[in-house]
C-alpha cells in the first residue's frame, strides 16, 4: 500500500530556534494535512492544504507555524521559533477525496523535542 | 464543539482474551466515526470505520458499531493477538469538515 513518509523520525531543537518538518504524501492525493500529539493528550488537527493554499486551520495554528509545498512532492510545517510547548509527535497525512468518505493516510510521526 | 472520549489505559490482556476499548463522541450533526491503529514505529493506519447510525465496521477481526443512541463506537474483538499490541484511537469527521477529531489514544499490550 502507499505511504506517507515523513522526516526526520526525531528531531532535537533549542527554544527560539526555526525547525522545518518534512512529509511526502501520497503522489496522486490532493488534500493534506498536519496534525500533533503532546505526550498523554489528544491527537489534535492543525492545518489542512489544498490547491496550494490553507483550507482550514485550528487556533494552535498561530502567525509561528507555516506550510508550504515547494515543488510536487514535499509538503513541510515550518515553526519560525520554537517554543517548550510545541514538543510533540507531528504527523502528516494525505487523501484523495474529502467528506464522509474520506480516508487519510497518515505518516509514522516526527517527535519534535524542544529544549 | 466535537469531541471524543476514550476510556483510559493501558490495557494489557491475554492473548485470545475478549478485547473491548470503549469510545463516546459529541457532535453537531451526523459524523462519520473511525478507528485508527498505530503499530510501533509506523504511522496512524484506519482499522474501521462506520458512516451513519447502526452501521458496523470490521476488520481484522475487530468491530465497532455506531451507536447514535449512546452515542457510542466501542472497538471490540473476540480473541486478540500479541500482533495486536499498538495504540488505538477514535475519531470522528463531521459533514464535509475534512477536520479529524481524535480521542487520547489507548495502549493495547497482549501478552502470550
Known amino acids: 500500500e502507499p505511504e506517507v513518509t515523513q522526516t526526520p523520525s526525531h528531531q532535537v531543537t533549542q527554544m527560539g530556534q526555526e525547525v522545518i518538518l518534512r512529509c511526502v504524501p501520497i503522489?496522486?492525493?490532493?488534500?493534506f494535512y498536519w496534525y500533533r500529539q503532546i505526550l498523554g493528550q489528544k491527537v489534535e488537527f492543525l492545518v489542512s492544504?489544498?490547491?496550494?493554499?490553507?483550507?482550514?486551520k485550528s487556533e494552535i495554528f498561530d502567525d509561528q507555524f507555516s506550510v508550504e509545498r515547494p515543488d510536487g512532492s514535499n509538503f513541510t510545517l515550518k515553526i519560525r521559533s520554537t517554543k517548550l510547548e510545541d514538543s510533540a509527535m507531528y504527523f502528516c497525512?494525505?487523501?484523495?477525496?474529502?467528506?464522509?468518505?474520506?480516508?487519510?493516510?497518515f505518516g509514522s510521526g516526527t517527535q519534535l523535542s524542544v529544549l | 464543539g466535537d469531541s471524543v472520549t476514550q476510556m483510559e489505559g493501558p490495557v494489557t490482556l491475554s492473548e485470545e482474551a475478549f478485547l473491548t476499548i470503549n469510545c463516546t463522541y459529541t457532535a453537531t450533526g451526523y459524523p462519520s466515526l473511525f478507528w485508527y491503529v498505530q503499530y510501533p514505529g509506523e504511522g496512524l493506519q484506519l482499522l474501521l470505520k462506520?458512516?451513519?447510525?447502526?452501521d458496523k465496521g470490521s476488520n481484522k477481526g475487530f468491530e465497532a458499531t455506531y451507536r447514535k443512541e449512546t452515542t457510542s463506537f466501542h472497538l471490540e474483538k473476540g480473541s486478540v493477538q500479541v500482533s495486536d499490541s499498538a495504540v488505538y484511537f477514535c475519531?470522528?469527521?463531521?459533514?464535509?469538515?475534512?477536520?479529524?477529531?481524535f480521542g487520547k489514544g489507548i495502549t493495547l499490550s497482549v501478552r502470550p
Open positions: 492544504f489544498y490547491n496550494n493554499e490553507i483550507s482550514e
Open positions: 503522489s496522486n492525493h490532493l488534500y
Open positions: 497525512a494525505s487523501s484523495d477525496n474529502l467528506g464522509r468518505n474520506e480516508k487519510l493516510f
Open positions: 475519531a470522528l469527521l463531521t459533514g464535509a469538515n475534512s477536520k479529524l477529531t
Open positions: 462506520a458512516t451513519k447510525a447502526d
